[in-house]
């Protein structure tokens, strides 16, 4: 997919999500929910489940050169293991 031309915005015919081209890349991914994000985190929490090579064709965010490298935060975290047998009878 090409890059997005800086002050203009996509939207993604799968996720819905719009991604705005900034000049010098690092583009921003506007949520339905939240404030915007990068493209690693897009990639983090959506992109790379895609399974079939119809959608991953059809998705403005499978190039790793436009995306880069998913950074700490992107994806969802685990939540904390709860130990919770001492407090059974």
């Known amino acids: 997919m090409a890059a997005i031309p800086p002050g203009t915005r996509q939207r993604c015919s799968l996720c819905q999500v719009e991604i705005q081209g900034l000049v010098g ?8 929910q939240g404030a915007p994000a990068t493209r690693s985190k897009l990639w983090a929490r959506v992109c790379q489940y895609l399974r079939t090579d119809e959608q991953k ?30 407090a059974l009878p």
Do not use: H, I, K
Request: aromatic share 8%.
């Open 25 to 32: 890349g690092g583009d921003l991914v506007y949520f339905s």
């Open 57 to 86: 064709a059809q998705c403005l965010n499978q190039d790793p050169q436009q995306r880069g490298e998913t950074q700490p935060g992107d994806g969802y975290t685990e939540p904390p293991v709860l130990d919770l047998g001492s």
